[in-house]
């Protein structure tokens, strides 16, 4: 099992530019997260799934969008870079265990930078 | 709105000198409260999950514990091997899908 895993893993935009970063999984979670991660602010949830074709968003939802074609995989796409988007994104997934626990598994992340 | 406060920001021990880690929450209505721990360039690692005041769970050198009001990370004799950032988030009784994080406690072990 490769768990989460995340594509690519570094990448330098310029402002304005466009991309997705692509998320897969292999637990058959039914639900999915992106988040990002910048010092001293924690992580915030930008965009979720709670299954395929369904999505929802999150604290910090701007300038994302996000799809979730097939169950193990969850795309998230910035359509205009802009500095105040650099960060470490982190993509998680998760099932609903026993009594509603969410336990959630993180993939490594990706790096990004908007100059 | 849910909240989770971790304190402190940062902590330097010696190795093997005991000590704990705070997560302070407000929510309302606990359906968990989750342990991670992060290696510097890496995604969070699950460590626990707790979910009734007055439980502990043990990994290792970590034994995590719940209050109505906090939960601690309790290190026994650390080791440089333990130094990570310790994430705390809490899942809220009516939400199913989403997890509140706190900022972390970066730890340092020094041999």
């Known amino acids: 099992n490769a768990g989460v895993t995340q594509t690519p893993k570094f990448r330098v935009l310029k402002t304005g530019q466009s991309m997705t970063l692509l998320c897969a999984q292999d637990m058959n979670h039914e639900y999915m997260y992106w988040y990002r991660q910048d010092p001293g602010m924690g992580l915030r949830l930008i965009h979720y799934?709670?299954?395929?074709?369904?999505?929802a968003k999150g604290e910090v939802p701007d300038g994302y969008n996000v799809s979730r074609l097939k169950k193990q995989n969850f795309l998230l796409g910035l359509e205009s870079a802009a500095p105040s988007q650099t960060s470490v994104y982190f993509c998680a997934s998760s099932f609903i265990k026993r009594g509603g626990l969410n336990e959630q598994f993180f993939g490594p992340g990706t790096r990004l930078t908007v100059l | 709105e849910d909240q989770v406060t971790q304190s402190p920001e940062a902590l330097r021990l010696q190795e093997g000198e005991s000590s704990s880690l705070n997560c302070s929450y407000t929510?309302?209505?606990?359906?968990?409260l989750f342990w991670y721990r992060q290696d510097p360039g890496k995604g969070p690692e699950f460590l626990f999950t707790l979910y009734s005041a007055g439980e502990e769970k043990e990994k290792e050198r970590l034994k995590a514990t719940l209050t109505k009001k906090e939960s601690f990370l309790h290190i026994t004799a650390p080791k440089p091997e333990d130094s990570a950032t310790y994430l705390c988030?809490?899942?809220?009784?009516?939400?199913?899908?989403?997890?509140?994080f706190g900022k972390g406690i970066t730890l340092s072990v020094r041999p």
């Open positions: 799934s709670v299954g395929e074709g369904t999505t």
């Open positions: 988030a809490v899942q809220a009784s009516g939400a199913n899908s989403k997890l509140t």
């Open positions: 929510v309302s209505g606990l359906r968990g």
